[in-house]
C-alpha cells in the first residue's frame, strides 16, 4: 500500500535519505574484494551477515519514509530527534555487518566465531551494544510518532490520522521492547551462548501481531472521522 503524502518533502526527509545511503555505501565499503577462489569463497560466507544488515536498514528507512509521507514534520524537537536517529544509524553501520556475522557464526556453529571472538564475554557485549542501538532507533521512530499526534491541530490531522500516529508510536515501541529483552538477557548473561539475546528479537512479531490486532478493532471509521479539520478558518458571510 502507497501511503498519500502530506505536502512536498522537505529538506529534512531529503538529507535523513541521503545519510542512510551513505550508511549503506559504508556497508558496502566493509566488503572486501577477493583476490583468489578462498576469498570469493569467503565473500559468499559473508552473504547472510550482509543481507541482515541490509535488511536491518531497508526496515529502518521504511519506518523513517512512512513517518514522514504522513507527516510533515519540520520543527526543531523533530530536527534534533531526527538528529539522533541518524547519528546512531552512521555511528552503527560500519561495524553492524561485523556483529552480524559474529551472531551468524555462532548459529551456524563456524569456526570463524572462535576466531572473531576470544572470549563469550566479548559476544555478551556485541549482543549488548547492537540492542542499545535497536533501541534508540525505534525509541526516535516512536517519539516522532507522538510528537505527530501533539501536533495534530498545526499538521491539520483527522482523527483517523490521529489515532493512526499514536498506534504506530505503540507499534514501534514494541521494537524497543524486544530490543530492551535482547539487553536484558546479555546484562544478565542468560543463554549468550546460545544465542538468546539474538532469539528475543522474534518476540517483537508477536507483540506486533497483538498490537495491530488491537488497532485495526479501535480505529475510527466514520466519514467524519476521516475527513481533515481545515488549517484556515473561513469567516461567515455577514447576514443582511
Wanted: some cysteine; glycine content about 6%.
Amino acid at each position: 500500500m502507497i501511503l498519500p503524502r502530506r505536502g512536498d518533502g522537505s529538506r529534512l526527509e531529503t538529507f535523513s535519505d541521503a545519510m542512510l545511503a551513505f550508511a549503506c555505501a559504508l556497508l558496502v565499503l566493509s566488503l572486501d574484494v577477493p583476490h583468489g577462489y578462498s576469498d570469493l569463497v569467503q565473500s559468499v560466507k559473508g552473504f547472510f551477515p550482509f543481507a541482515l544488515t541490509f535488511s536491518a536498514i531497508l526496515l529502518i528507512w521504511i519506518a523513517h519514509k512512512n513517518l514522514f509521507r504522513r507527516y510533515p514534520l519540520d520543527d526543531p524537537f523533530t530536527v534534533v530527534v531526527n538528529g539522533v536517529f541518524l547519528f546512531t544509524i552512521l555511528f552503527y553501520s560500519y561495524p553492524l555487518k561485523w556483529i552480524a556475522g559474529s551472531v551468524v557464526s555462532l548459529f551456524l556453529n563456524d569456526n570463524g566465531a572462535t576466531n572473531i571472538l576470544s572470549n563469550p564475554g566479548q559476544l555478551r557485549n556485541l549482543f549488548f551494544i547492537y540492542g542499545m542501538g535497536w533501541i534508540v532507533v525505534f525509541f526516535c521512530i516512536a517519539l516522532l510518532y507522538v510528537h505527530a499526534a501533539r501536533s495534530a491541530e498545526e499538521l491539520g490531522l483527522s482523527e483517523i490520522e490521529t489515532y493512526d500516529a499514536v498506534s504506530d508510536a505503540i507499534y514501534y515501541l514494541c521494537f524497543v521492547l524486544g530490543g530492551a529483552i535482547s539487553v536484558a538477557l546479555a546484562y544478565a548473561n542468560v543463554g549468550v551462548e546460545v544465542g538468546f539475546p539474538a532469539l528475543a528479537y522474534i518476540s517483537i512479531g508477536v507483540f506486533a501481531i497483538v498490537i495491530t490486532f488491537f488497532r485495526r478493532r479501535y480505529r475510527p471509521d466514520s466519514l467524519e472521522a476521516a475527513i481533515a479539520p481545515s488549517p484556515l478558518r473561513i469567516p461567515e458571510a455577514p447576514h443582511d
